[in-house]
């Protein structure tokens, strides 16, 4: 157990349609971070955020975004679904920005139908 | 171009047997190098985090080397278990960057 938690494990929703995952970081961590896995892909970044303010973006969609609140959980929003969005979404926290370790989170498998 | 690839991208060997895998980069200049193992459908698990100016790096029964000459690391499995069936994931950082660059993984499958 990394101590990163994510809710929901799992997500079943129609294309068209909006979500909301919703990470806490490990005690003490001031970073988050956001993946997509697909399938066919390796991990992908899609951004980070260093108490409350956003740190350095990737890969992220447009139709994707994300924040982090003073309690320094953090929520990642999928909009305007499309079926190739379906993917495990990781969040991972860190105590600084930098070259320090990452902790996973179990992670929240995305199924759009 | 992926800036992290890995090979082989599968292997199988038997349980007890050692393993070798291998990661190319092209990240520079770059700050570190991490090797993570993911179980199926789990979050990735840190293995070892060499800094550019490492050698090499032992976690159990597992030790990277690298070799930032050649851009080259490589992660070692002794005595393999039947519980290191995953895929191992190499995660290069560049130097002054936060995001991460990962390869696309080697799913190693140990069998008794």
């Known amino acids: 157990d990394s101590g990163v938690t994510q809710t929901p494990k799992h997500l079943i929703t129609a294309t068209g349609q909006r979500v909301t995952l919703r990470c806490s970081p490990r005690s003490g961590d001031l970073s988050v971070y956001w993946y997509q896995q697909s399938l066919d892909q390796g991990l992908q970044f899609l951004i980070q955020?260093?108490?409350?303010?956003?740190?350095a973006k990737g890969n992220i969609l447009e139709r994707f975004s994300a924040q982090q609140f003073p309690d320094l959980h953090s929520e990642l929003n999928l909009s305007s679904l499309e079926l190739g969005d379906s993917a495990l979404y990781f969040c991972?926290?860190?105590?600084?920005?930098?070259?320090?370790?990452?902790?996973f989170g179990p992670g929240t498998r995305l199924t759009v139908t | 171009k992926n800036q992290v690839e890995q090979s082989p991208q599968s292997l199988i060997i038997l349980e007890g047997k050692n393993c070798t895998l291998q990661c190319n980069y092209t990240v520079s200049p770059f700050s570190n190098l991490r090797w993570y193992k993911q179980d199926t459908g789990r979050g990735p698990v840190s293995l070892t985090i060499?800094?550019?100016?490492?050698n090499t790096k032992s976690n159990g029964r597992y030790t990277a080397t690298l070799d930032a000459d050649t851009k080259q690391s490589s992660l070692h499995i002794t005595a393999s278990q039947l519980s290191d069936s995953a895929s191992y994931i190499c995660?290069?950082?560049?130097?002054?960057?936060?995001?991460?660059?990962f390869g696309a993984g080697t799913t190693v499958t140990v069998r008794a």
């Open positions: 991972a926290s860190s105590v600084g920005g930098g070259p320090v370790e990452q902790y």
């Open positions: 955020y260093y108490n409350g303010e956003e740190r």
């Open positions: 060499m800094t550019f100016s490492e």
């Open positions: 995660v290069v950082q560049p130097t002054n960057d936060y995001k991460l660059s």
